[in-house]
C-alpha cells in the first residue's frame, strides 16, 4: 500500500486549465498505472485518464482533447491538466494507483475543484 | 449515463444479506476483471473486492464478489450500519479503451 498526497487550485474561472499533482510517498512506479478519477458533487466516479512508469496514456475519450498526465519519476509525483474548464468540470479529482488490471487499490484524499465566473 | 448499471439503491436490515448488481457488456465485464468500492460522504473510495472475487487485506469475509458473463455481483452478509455507504464497481472497457465505472448504489441499512 502507498499513500498518495494531491493538491493543486481550488477555484478556476472558465477557460483556465486545471492543474493538479499527486506526490507517491514510496516505492517504484513500475507496475501501476497512476490514475486520475473524479466526481462531479452528488453523482458517481468518472475515470479522466492514466499513466505508466514508461510514459505510457489513455485518456478517457469524451475528455481525451483537453487531457494531459504526466510523470515525474525523480520527485515521486504525477500530475493532471485539464484545459478550457467550464462549470462541468467542478468535481472532486482523486488520484489513484491501479494494477494492469483496472483495480484501483490506493486513492488520494481527493480535491474539489470548482470553476465559476 | 454510466457505462456500468446499478441500482442507484438498496436497503436491507441489520443482519441481513444484501447483494448489489452490476450490469456491462461482453467490451467491459465480459473480458476483464471487475472491482468493487465502498464511499462514505467526503471521503475517497476504498477497495473491497479486486479481480472479480478476491478481498484485500483487512477486508472482512462478510463482502465477497462475483461475476457471470457480463455482469457482477458484490454481496454483503451480516449486515451492519456502518456499512451504510455508496458502492460502485470498475472495469476495464476494451472497446473505449478506458476505465469505467457504475452509477453507484447506496446502501441504506434499517
Known amino acids: 500500500q502507498v499513500q498518495l498526497q494531491q493538491w493543486g487550485a481550488g477555484l478556476l474561472k472558465p477557460s483556465e486549465t486545471l492543474s493538479l499533482t499527486c506526490a507517491v510517498s514510496?516505492?517504484?512506479?513500475?507496475?501501476?498505472?497512476w490514475s486520475w478519477i473524479r466526481q462531479p458533487p452528488g453523482t458517481g466516479l468518472e475515470w479522466i485518464g492514466e499513466i505508466n512508469h514508461s510514459g505510457s496514456t489513455n485518456y478517457n475519450p469524451s475528455l481525451k482533447s483537453r487531457v494531459t498526465i504526466s510523470l515525474d519519476t525523480s520527485k515521486n509525483q504525477f500530475s493532471l491538466k485539464l484545459s478550457s474548464v467550464t462549470a462541468a468540470d467542478t468535481a472532486v479529482y482523486y488520484c489513484a494507483r491501479s494494477d494492469y488490471s483496472s483495480n484501483w487499490y490506493d486513492w488520494g484524499q481527493g480535491t474539489l475543484v470548482t470553476v465559476s465566473s | 449515463q454510466s457505462v456500468l448499471t446499478q441500482p442507484p439503491s438498496m436497503s436491507a436490515a441489520p443482519g441481513q444479506k444484501v447483494t448489489i448488481s452490476c450490469s456491462g457488456s461482453s467490451s467491459n465485464i465480459g473480458n476483464n476483471y471487475v472491482s468493487w468500492y465502498q464511499q462514505f460522504p467526503g471521503t475517497a473510495p476504498k477497495l473491497l473486492i479486486y479481480?472479480?472475487?478476491k478481498r484485500p487485506s483487512g477486508i472482512p469475509d462478510r463482502f465477497s464478489g462475483s461475476k457471470s458473463g457480463t455482469s457482477a455481483t458484490l454481496g454483503i452478509t451480516g449486515l451492519q450500519t456502518g456499512d451504510e455507504a455508496d458502492y460502485y464497481c470498475?472495469?476495464?472497457?476494451?472497446?473505449?479503451?478506458?476505465?469505467?465505472f457504475g452509477g453507484g448504489t447506496k446502501l441504506t441499512v434499517l
Open positions: 479481480d472479480n472475487n
Open positions: 470498475g472495469t476495464w472497457d476494451s472497446s473505449l479503451s478506458a476505465g469505467v
Open positions: 514510496s516505492g517504484s512506479f513500475s507496475g501501476y498505472y
